[in-house]
């Protein structure tokens, strides 16, 4: 494992278990980590309410807050809003052919039953949240 799949692994963990918070605050706040961006409070309480449209099991936290941390660091790196809204629909459209959807329902592990475990996307938290890292970083270069 690398040491980037390491930090995340472990950032996800510590979101989860220890703070309880949603994937798309989690996306945000490891992307935001990682490339050394700070995060208005404002940007982390509306995150707070995007995990799977506030929990409707619609489009998932984890595109969510890497659509939103795509906006912040491509604003913050001068680029045009045009750059910055063609890279989030092909980032899009490559996490749909990774990962099968962007719909929460869809991607969750079996769905959403009643005796879920807590955190159980978590593996797949970590797997996302790595190919958001690599996409960006590419994009940035």
């Not at 409707?56 to 936290?61: M, P, S, T, W």
């Not at 769905?111 to 690599?134: A, M, T, V």
Request: net charge negative.
């Amino acid at each position: 494992m690398s040491d980037t799949e390491q930090f995340i692994q472990n950032r996800i963990h510590t979101c989860f278990w220890e703070k309880d918070l949603n994937c798309a605050v989690t996306t945000l706040l490891t992307l935001s980590e990682h490339f050394g961006i700070d995060l208005n409070p404002q940007v982390m309480d509306a995150a707070s309410c995007m995990h799977g449209a506030g929990g409707y099991r619609a489009q998932c936290g984890l595109v969510e807050g890497m659509l939103m941390f795509v906006g912040i660091i491509g604003h913050a790196n001068k680029m045009e809003q045009s750059e910055i809204n063609s890279f989030c629909s092909r980032t899009a459209e490559s996490y749909e052919k990774k990962f099968g959807s962007l719909r929460c329902e869809i991607l969750r592990p079996n769905g959403f039953n009643d005796d879920d475990p807590p955190h159980l996307c978590e593996r797949l938290s970590c797997d996302s949240i790595y190919h958001h890292l690599q996409l960006i970083e590419n994009w940035l270069k």
